[in-house]
């Protein structure tokens, strides 16, 4: 069940099972059954959007530089105020030195060490990796997690959410896992992909679990190129009004993407093509080692 379900699943006029019991059965977090997404100020959804679009264009862009962008294009702000909004949305300058995310770490948790350091990857399902992205509306915002194929670039599943539980990452794993198994699957280190929950589904497939070294902010780079697509393709093309037409948009532009959308890197194949073996495989391409220049993701293409 997603998360959504288990809400819609508890009865709070339930005769004989308190909110508290059934929340347990369900396996529920008590406080995700009450979570509201506290809204923000039109001023500030404004700000927010200029953020999100500008660090698809520069994501090596920190708080000043991005105070002063904005400042240039009229808006009055001070650092305090895009420091708060860039960390809600989960966006933070990308350095090979430095890269946060929504994913943030949990002590507690296990971390797994990075095993693709300068691995070829030269056959569909060799690697699995996900990630989680903010996906605006006009009021409020979502988040997105999608579980991707490295040679083939073919989105297996998808989520979205209106909280950062690990359920829906989850959910979309236990999709993903329908349509086959990878030897190694990749995330970063944080607190959904490291709960118990996603690395129990992990170990009982006998998938080696491999994550991002704390500081690498391109052990990742080929989700985080998809991010870029989804959002300069879809997100701010639409203006989302309710999660049901996000969820639809998105469905969507993920049925062109992997079953139209041309890939140069793929030999003007689609990621289907290419994951069903339907077409000649493309080239064998290396895992990035953590080194590259910020300059390198700017140039970057979206394929």
């Not at 001070?78 to 966006?91: A, C, H």
């Not at 070294?213 to 300069?232: M, T, Y």
Request: aromatic fraction near 12%.
């Amino acid at each position: 069940m997603t998360l959504e379900q288990k809400r819609q699943a508890v009865e709070p006029e339930h005769k004989t099972l308190s909110i508290s019991r059934q929340c347990e059965l369900l396996g529920l977090c008590r406080s995700s059954l009450y979570y509201r997404p506290q809204g923000e100020s039109e001023y500030n959804r404004n700000l927010m959007r200029l953020l999100d679009e500008q660090y698809m264009r520069t994501p090596y862009y920190g708080v000043p530089k991005m105070t002063e962008w904005l400042r240039r294009e009229g808006c009055q702000v001070n650092e305090k105020r895009v420091r708060r909004l860039m960390r809600q949305m989960g966006l933070e300058a990308i350095y090979p030195h430095n890269k946060r995310n929504l994913s943030k770490p949990d002590k507690k948790h296990k971390i797994y060490p990075y095993l693709l350091n300068n691995v070829t990857i030269d056959h569909v399902n060799q690697v699995w990796s996900s990630d989680i992205t903010y996906i605006r509306m006009y009021h409020g915002w979502l988040y997105l997690t999608a579980v991707m194929d490295w040679y083939s670039r073919y989105v297996l599943s998808w989520e979205l959410s209106i909280t950062l539980e690990p359920d829906f990452c989850i959910t979309a794993l236990e999709r993903a896992l329908e349509q086959g198994k990878p030897e190694i699957f990749n995330t970063d280190q944080g607190s959904q992909f490291t709960s118990t929950g996603f690395t129990d589904v992990l170990k009982k497939n006998k998938i080696k679990i491999s994550m991002d070294g704390r500081g690498r902010a391109f052990d990742n780079i080929f989700i985080e190129r998809l991010w870029r697509s989804v959002k300069v393709e879809e997100v701010y093309m639409k203006d989302y009004q309710t999660v049901a037409e996000a969820t639809l948009g998105l469905s969507r532009y993920f049925e062109f993407y992997n079953r139209q959308r041309l890939h140069e890197s793929l030999g003007y194949s689609t990621p289907r093509e290419a994951f069903s073996g339907a077409v000649a495989p493309p080239v064998a391409l290396r895992a990035p080692s953590g080194s590259t220049a910020p300059e390198a993701m700017e140039k970057s293409t979206l394929n």
